[in-house]
């Protein structure tokens, strides 16, 4: 498979091992997920919609059956398992609103709500964290996890600033790089509290 930034890009590259030429893809599936040759996460995401679809039907079929508390334990189950699986790579893809619109399916059905009904409320009180929230809050999971593989301010220059303690981000361009796990965990860890900062470091320690 041959990474491009673009589709309409095309990459003439012929690879072959011995004699036996090497067929180019432009997906391929890695431990549940699915890459494709752009790194835009859309065939991965359109394979989650067919989950999630499918999850909402469950949902929808056990409603007049079950308690309201056991629906949120199977939409954990059907739904949050599902949609968070290596969100960290694919939740700030321009396809991800589709994924959030089944999310939100899926928790109005759930609180017997309408389409049209604001998903706001329901989620504060089923104590769910909407797609995009759960993507930050996993991005800094992994930046927390993950912290001795980031570098300070203050590491790369002496400069005495309010900054020094940040986290430095690399000097990139691409956007995509700069959509990536690496670039976008410093961005939004570097945008907390220093008090909560704090805490992260506390957590490595121990």
């Not at 003439?12 to 090497?22: E, L, Y």
């Not at 039907?57 to 189950?77: A, C, D, E, G």
């Not at 790369?156 to 976008?184: E, G, M």
Request: positive net charge; aromatic residues 10%; proline residues 2%.
């Amino acid at each position: 498979m041959h990474f491009t930034t673009k589709s309409k890009l095309a990459v003439d590259v012929h690879i072959s091992h011995k004699i036996n030429p090497i067929i180019n893809t432009y997906s391929t599936n890695l431990l549940g997920l699915t890459m494709d040759s752009t790194l835009s996460w859309k065939t991965h995401i359109d394979q989650l919609s067919t989950k999630l679809n499918s999850a909402c039907y469950v949902i929808r079929s056990l409603k007049s059956v079950i308690s309201t508390m056991n629906l949120r334990t199977i939409y954990f189950s059907y739904v949050h398992s599902v949609m968070t699986y290596c969100i960290i790579f694919c939740g700030n893809s321009s396809d991800s609103y589709i994924i959030f619109r089944l999310q939100k399916r899926a928790i109005r059905i759930i609180m017997n709500a309408g389409n049209r009904i604001s998903c706001r409320e329901l989620f504060k009180k089923l104590n769910i964290l909407p797609l995009y929230l759960q993507y930050t809050l996993s991005l800094l999971l992994f930046v927390v996890t993950n912290i001795d593989e980031f570098t300070t301010n203050s590491e790369v220059h002496a400069i005495n600033t309010r900054h020094r303690s940040d986290f430095h981000p690399p000097s990139i361009n691409l956007s995509k790089h700069q959509k990536a796990v690496y670039y976008s965990g410093i961005k939004i860890f570097n945008h907390l509290p220093q008090n909560i900062k704090n805490l992260s470091w506390n957590v490595k320690k121990f």
